[in-house]
C-alpha cells in the first residue's frame, strides 16, 4: 500500500527543478572575499572627501580666522561688571568682565561638565555654575571647585578706539 503523501510529484529527488543552475552565479571563498574587499574599496572611496575635511578642520584649528566682533564700550562697563554676548556664533554664549582699569577676561560661558551657564558674581569674585556649585578662577577660566575638570574656553579680546572687541577663541587640546 502506497501513500499518495509520499509520491514525488515530479522526476527529479528534491524540489529545486525551478531554479536553472546555468544562469545561477557561484559565490566560493575567493568571489566572497573579492566582493568583499570590493565593497571596502567602494566604501573607503565614497568616504575619502569627508575624512580629508575632517582632518583639514582638526589641523587648522589654531590657524582658525574669526571675524572681530565688538563687544561693548569700555564707557559702559565699569570695573568689576560683567556682560553677555555671543561669540564665536549668534548661539554662543559667552561672558566679558573687566577686572582692573585695562585687564579684561572673556570666556565662553557654558560649564565644561554639563554645559549649564557660569554667572559672574561680582561681590564674592568667583564664576560660578549653579548646577552643580562648579567655580572656575576668573583670571584663567580653570576649574577650582565642584564637578568640572576642563577649564572654560578663553575668548581673546582686544581693546581698541574705545571699545572690547572679541578677536579669537583659544582651542585647549583634549
Known amino acids: 500500500m502506497t501513500d499518495k503523501n509520499n509520491k514525488i510529484p515530479f ?3 528534491n524540489y529545486t527543478h525551478n531554479i536553472n543552475r546555468n544562469n545561477e552565479r557561484k ?3 575567493r568571489g566572497f572575499m573579492k566582493t568583499l574587499v570590493g565593497a571596502a574599496g567602494v566604501f573607503a572611496v565614497s568616504s575619502l572627501p569627508w575624512g580629508v575635511l575632517a582632518a583639514k578642520e582638526l589641523n587648522g584649528l589654531g590657524d582658525k580666522k574669526y571675524p572681530k566682533q565688538k ?3 569700555v564707557k559702559a562697563l565699569p570695573i568689576g561688571d560683567a556682560v553677555d554676548f555671543a561669540f564665536p556664533g549668534e548661539h554662543d554664549s559667552a561672558i566679558l568682565i573687566r577686572l ?3 585687564k579684561y577676561v572673556a570666556y565662553q560661558n557654558a560649564c565644561t561638565h554639563l554645559r549649564c551657564p ?3 558674581k561680582k561681590d564674592e569674585g568667583e564664576m560660578l555654575c549653579p548646577c552643580h556649585h562648579g567655580k572656575f578662577d576668573v583670571e584663567t577660566g580653570a576649574p577650582i571647585a ?3 575638570r576642563r577649564p572654560l574656553p578663553e575668548i581673546y579680546v582686544k581693546v581698541e578706539n574705545g571699545a572690547v572687541y572679541a578677536v579669537g577663541v583659544k582651542r585647549y587640546e583634549a
Open 11 to 13: 522526476e527529479e529527488d
Open 27 to 29: 559565490l566560493d571563498r
Open 71 to 73: 563687544i561693548v564700550d
Open 100 to 102: 582692573s582699569e585695562k
Open 118 to 120: 557660569v554667572f559672574w
Open 146 to 148: 565642584g564637578p568640572p
